[in-house]
């Protein structure tokens, strides 16, 4: 029998009658290192630009001799920063090497491709090296150099709370009740309070809840190990023994059409065999995974992962990254936030 989330405490609007249910919560992304990092800057040299009526012919010579391909959103041409100049424009140049100093015109732009004509002595400027990826990012790159930003909407809208709609967040918010629930089951019997659902997004279904089961004989049963060995039980696989544990459950998979659940155990070939463990799913965990835990996520392909609030060892934002790595061949999305004050309160995972 499955047993169901019963002792969660209630947390309705305090506008009671209120058709909608608001969460009190936010859902935030935990974006890329490299989407969520400072902007770093490279020297340039700049010149300014005495000679207005040059500006549209220097601008060909200048881009001809030096493409940047690299910083396609360095736009070429500055206002000058700096008000009551005597000149009203500035001309972004090259990029400077690791020993950059001074340079004459004649250095930086050969004769004759480019007649330098109306352009004055050149200097060194910090510009951004790499196209802002965040609003954020963007505000600091054009602090240092003019810069063109190709908005991902769906990241401003996620940062902005704004991805889901009301009544997702209301079956996330379900969903996330569920992992609390089990956590305070896995708190009632001694073990550490961490729990975890694994749901099918499209239908709704709850594959699997977890508790951490881990003692002394098996410590490594975090709640997220113990749900992804309930998901490949659904799969008529797994490999622990969570008899013991009455909360910890799952539900037979619906098998992908043409496989027999638990006929094919290929798993590099999805042509024959089931797809990998957590294929599609989403996890809702209480606190943020250990790397252990985000490890086998990877390696499960996971889709996205829910967290109630960070964990002081995290791998999914706190101490790595590992939703988001360029160098391993599965990335998910990975958001903190999900009904955070109560989860606050339960255990981390380590
Ligand atoms: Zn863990």
């Avoid at 000149?87 to 090497?97: D, K, S, T, V, Y």
């Avoid at 790595?320 to 255990?347: I, K, M, T, Y």
């Amino acid at each position: 029998m499955d047993p169901t989330p019963g002792d969660v405490e209630p947390h309705r609007d305090a506008k009671a009658g209120s058709p909608e249910r608001e969460p009190a919560w936010q859902a935030l992304p935990i974006l890329s290192e490299q989407q969520s990092g400072a902007v770093e800057l490279v020297l340039a040299y700049a010149a300014p630009v005495l000679d207005k009526r040059q500006t549209s012919r220097l601008l060909k010579e200048v881009s001809a001799v030096h493409p940047l391909p690299a910083q396609p959103h360095l736009k070429r041409v500055r206002p000058s920063p700096r008000p009551g100049c005597p000149h009203a424009l500035e001309m972004l140049l090259c990029l400077a090497g690791p020993a950059a100093g001074m340079r004459s015109l004649a250095e930086l732009l050969p004769p004759p491709a480019v007649d330098p004509r109306g352009l004055g002595q050149p200097f060194l400027v910090p510009v951004p090296a790499r196209p802002p990826l965040t609003r954020g990012q963007f505000e600091e790159a054009r602090a240092h150099w003019p810069t063109t930003f190709h908005e991902d909407r769906q990241v401003t809208r996620a940062l902005a709370g704004q991805l889901f709609s009301a009544q997702e967040r209301v079956a996330m918010q379900g969903h996330m009740e569920r992992a609390v629930w089990a956590a305070q089951q896995a708190a009632s019997r001694g073990l550490r309070a961490v729990g975890a659902v694994v749901v099918e997004p499209a239908s709704g279904r709850v594959l699997a809840t977890g508790h951490d089961c881990s003692s002394a004989a098996g410590p490594l049963l975090h709640a997220t190990m113990v749900c992804i060995d309930l998901v490949a039980r659904g799969q008529g696989r797994g490999a622990y023994d969570l008899a013991p544990h009455p909360a910890c459950s799952f539900a037979p998979a619906a098998a992908p059409p043409g496989v027999r659940v638990g006929s094919v155990h290929k798993l590099d070939e999805d042509a024959d065999g089931l797809p990998y463990v957590c294929t599609g799913y989403d996890l809702y965990v209480t606190r943020e995974p250990c790397a252990m835990c985000a490890m086998a996520l990877v390696h499960s392909r996971v889709r996205r992962v829910f967290y109630g609030a960070p964990s002081p060892d995290g791998a999914l934002g706190t101490r790595f990254r590992l939703h988001a790595q360029p160098d391993l061949n599965h990335r998910f999305q990975a958001f903190c936030g999900v009904l955070e004050a109560q989860c606050r309160r339960l255990d981390p995972d380590a």
